[in-house]
């Protein structure tokens, strides 16, 4: 599944669909999609919350925007295993 709005990732086992958001870049698309990639989710429920926290990322890192401490915390995780995590 590959078109201008749909990606799919292979990443460990695990083939992961993404469909772009209204207004979304390129660059932004598969960069939230390897956001979600990169978090392993192996249920639905866990995918969910990898699309939310991806989503907070990207706000986070590109619009400026804030968020609780604990929140911060795991977006600034997820930048650390998006620069050096190799698999």
């Not at 772009?20 to 939230?32: A, I, K, P, Q, V």
């Not at 968020?67 to 698999?87: A, C, F, G, P, R």
Request: charged letters at 30%; one cysteine or more; glycine letters at 2%.
């Amino acid at each position: 599944m590959n078109t201008d709005d749909n990606i799919s990732i292979s990443y460990l086992g695990y083939i992961y669909h993404f469909k772009r958001l209204e207004g979304e870049t390129d660059e932004h698309f598969h960069h939230r999609a390897w956001l979600v990639a990169k978090q392993e989710p192996n249920t639905k429920d866990k995918y969910k919350e990898a699309l939310k926290l991806a989503k907070l990322y990207q706000n986070y890192y590109n619009l400026d925007c804030r968020y609780s401490e604990e929140l911060e915390k795991k977006i600034i995780e997820l930048n650390y295993k998006m620069t050096n995590h190799k698999n």
